[in-house]
């Protein structure tokens, strides 16, 4: 079993991985954002990767998903954890919570980029229910211990939630604010459904791990969003992330009870002994499973 872990904003490294090596992927799909970090953490095999890469570079319209969770696969990963920063929709999501989204919604221009199908291989994977309820789970269990250790209280763990993805890069204007508001979103931010489809392709588990960072800019006292704004909630929510994680991997089991690693069973419409070579080839990784390949 293994665990990938991709880190977003404030979160470029994690400490305490055992036997680090640094291995740069190549795949189909071109270049990850960076090297991936693999070793063991809380016995745990993990694999991490930065999605803006280190110091902070890739425009999340620039993040080449595709190769990003192509990679993953290739190393072993059955499932992923995705930490991001996103701005609140809700009252009563403060800055500093976290919430563990179970849905999205896509306002992003890029659908081409965010699957690994087509040139000449059909695949429609089921996302009634895009993350893993099993992860999700877990996260929660360890962000409340987490929690509960430094004495209860703030921040507060949201178990579920609706992320709307946006494109970017600038953040929202007053009106897709409240236009987000008024149709029952609760967070908005710019990254993680992308990851959340191609992981379903790649037949691995998905849940995102949000930290509320701002109230995006519909909150009339709190003013709009910046990056200045942002820096010490980063801080403070990646240095939560960082122990939160360990937790998760105590928990995380290889018999976990869900969907997600068997997508693509009755997925894919394409009689795949006329597909093209080249394709197939591409896709090895993922359509291993059903080619014998």
């Not at 919430?99 to 999205?104: A, C, G, H, K, R």
């Amino acid at each position: 079993m293994t665990v990938g872990i991709i880190g977003g904003s404030g979160l470029y490294a994690i400490d305490g991985i055992e036997g680090v090596e640094r291995r740069r992927i190549c795949t189909a799909f071109g270049e990850t954002s960076d090297e991936i970090v693999t070793g063991r953490l809380e016995g745990v095999d993990v694999c991490f990767l930065p999605r803006h890469g280190a110091g902070h570079r890739i425009l999340p319209s620039e993040i080449n998903h595709r190769a990003n969770i192509m990679a993953l696969k290739m190393l072993g990963a059955d499932s992923v954890i995705s930490v991001s920063a996103v701005g609140s929709l809700r009252e009563n999501m403060r800055p500093r919570d976290i919430v563990l989204p179970d849905q999205y919604f896509d306002r992003t221009k890029r659908h081409e980029d965010h699957t690994f199908f087509g040139r000449g291989v059909v695949a429609h994977v089921s996302f009634g229910q895009p993350a893993c309820p099993a992860l999700r789970g877990w996260l929660a269990e360890a962000a409340a211990e987490v929690i509960e250790a430094q004495g209860g209280g703030s921040p507060v763990v949201f178990a579920k939630g609706t992320y709307v993805n946006m494109e970017g890069p600038a953040f929202s204007t007053r009106a897709e604010s409240e236009f987000h508001r008024r149709m029952g979103f609760d967070i908005v931010g710019m990254t993680s459904l992308a990851e959340a489809k191609l992981c379903r392709e790649a037949e691995m588990c998905y849940q995102a791990m949000a930290l509320v960072t701002d109230y995006d800019c519909w909150h009339e006292t709190e003013g709009e969003v910046s990056v200045e704004m942002l820096i010490d909630h980063l801080r403070a929510n990646s240095d939560l992330a960082m122990r939160i994680l360990p937790g998760l991997l105590r928990r995380v089991s290889d018999g976990r009870d869900c969907r997600c690693r068997n997508a693509l069973s009755t997925a894919v419409v394409t009689d795949l002994s006329t597909a093209p070579k080249a394709t197939l080839e591409a896709l090895k990784p993922i359509l291993g499973r059903l080619t014998g390949a």
